[in-house]
């Protein structure tokens, strides 16, 4: 790929790891740059669709893929979830407008991980950019990180060595290209498991709200993933027994249960390997920020790469991985609290701060993404 920076042309060889929806944001927004990176990825292929942790699709993500096309194809696949209501028992203790967030897009949309991951491949492939499955980076130090050499390992066993000016880690929480970096990757686990469950429904359903049912202790979320699917979330090992369905059960798609971690890495890059994603930062899904927050990563990354100013990556983005993990922390231990007078105290608290239009409007803008630093390369207002 040839560029120009300063008037002199350059030519730049990039190999992103991971093909997830941070990776393939990245190579997509490089690709319409003008560049061809590589991406590879250990997986058979995209994540399926009945098993996609990632769910919620918020308004910065939208605006930052609106250029590629891809937002009007998520906006069209996409349950539009027009408000959020949080209840304790038969109360509502708040409840938030989501198109009252200003710009072009509501605060937030619901679309499987999976189903995003397919629509940003399609436009990928758009540019002659096939990510290369079952390819992977093999274990090992990065000896130069100006000048990075890995060797990747191909789906029939044969071994590579490649040398790209450019190496990106979006390769997910277990990142080998951090490893490679001899990075830590510092932070806590909470001791609660979080557990969830996908219901597909075989009588009509409301899909445009989400939900927060507050038990005593203990809450279950209830968010659509489609126009007859229900996600489940809960911290309570029982919750199935305490789900309320809306219709007919056709199918219990999938469950899952994880652990949730607070960590992340800085800097976020050493020379010229950069860390985007779930390799460079991890936290609790509260908010509805992880893939939102590392799609913001790829494209910051390309943006920068384009320009010439890569080295400003970490430096731009820490702030804003440091912004959204304080706020998901301070969000899991409102809705993880057990001490009686405690909950208490927020069921009282919480809905009289939220009466007011300036907390109201800082919280839609939190579901919405508007809250990290505005893409200087986007134009429109938000």
């Not at 959020?84 to 989501?98: I, K, N, S």
């Not at 079952?134 to 044969?158: N, Y």
């Not at 450019?166 to 490893?179: E, F, N, Q």
Request: glycine letters at 10%; one cysteine or more; hydrophobic letters at 45%.
């Amino acid at each position: 790929m040839g560029e120009r920076i300063g008037g002199e042309a350059t030519f730049r060889s990039i190999l992103i790891a991971g093909a997830g929806p941070v990776g393939l944001t990245a190579a997509l927004e490089l690709a319409r740059r003008g560049f061809t990176p590589r991406i590879i990825d250990d997986g058979p292929g995209p994540t399926p669709v009945e098993e996609s942790r990632a769910l919620g699709v918020n308004a910065r993500t939208l605006t930052l893929l609106s250029p590629s096309g891809v937002a009007e194809r998520i906006v069209e696949a996409a349950q539009s979830i027009d408000c959020f209501r949080v209840r304790a028992g038969e109360r509502t203790l708040f409840e938030l407008d989501a198109s009252q967030v200003k710009g072009r897009f509501s605060a937030i949309r619901g679309l499987a991980q999976g189903q995003t991951e397919r629509l940003l491949l399609e436009a990928l492939s758009t540019y002659g950019i096939v990510p290369e499955w079952q390819t992977a980076i093999v274990a090992g130090e990065i000896a130069d990180f100006r000048k990075p050499e890995v060797t990747v390992r191909r789906p029939d066993g044969a071994m590579e060595t490649v040398r790209p000016d450019i190496l990106v880690g979006a390769d997910g929480a277990h990142s080998v290209v951090r490893k490679a970096l001899g990075a830590g990757f510092p932070g806590e686990a909470l001791e609660a498991y979080f557990y969830l469950v996908d219901f597909r429904y075989s009588g009509q359903i409301d899909t445009h709200f989400g939900e927060v049912s507050i038990f005593d202790p203990g809450m279950i979320g209830r968010l659509p993933v489609a126009s007859d699917v229900i996600r489940y979330i809960s911290t309570l090992e029982d919750f199935e027994s305490r789900i309320v369905h809306p219709a007919t059960i056709a199918e219990r798609l999938w469950a899952s249960q994880f652990r949730i971690h607070f960590r992340h890495v800085e800097p976020m890059a050493k020379g010229n390997v950069f860390l985007a994603g779930d390799a460079a930062h991890i936290h609790s899904p509260a908010g509805a920020r992880g893939m939102n927050l590392g799609i913001e990563d790829a494209c910051w990354l390309a943006w920068l790469i384009a320009e010439g100013r890569e080295q400003e990556y970490s430096a731009l983005r820490i702030p804003a991985v440091k912004q959204v993990l304080k706020q998901t922390y301070g969000l899991t231990r409102l809705i993880t609290m057990t001490n009686p007078l405690a909950i208490a105290m927020r069921n009282l608290i919480a809905p009289l701060v939220l009466r007011f239009g300036p907390a109201r409007r800082v919280l839609l803008r939190s579901v919405a993404g508007y809250d990290t630093p505005k893409p200087p390369w986007i134009d429109w207002a938000e």
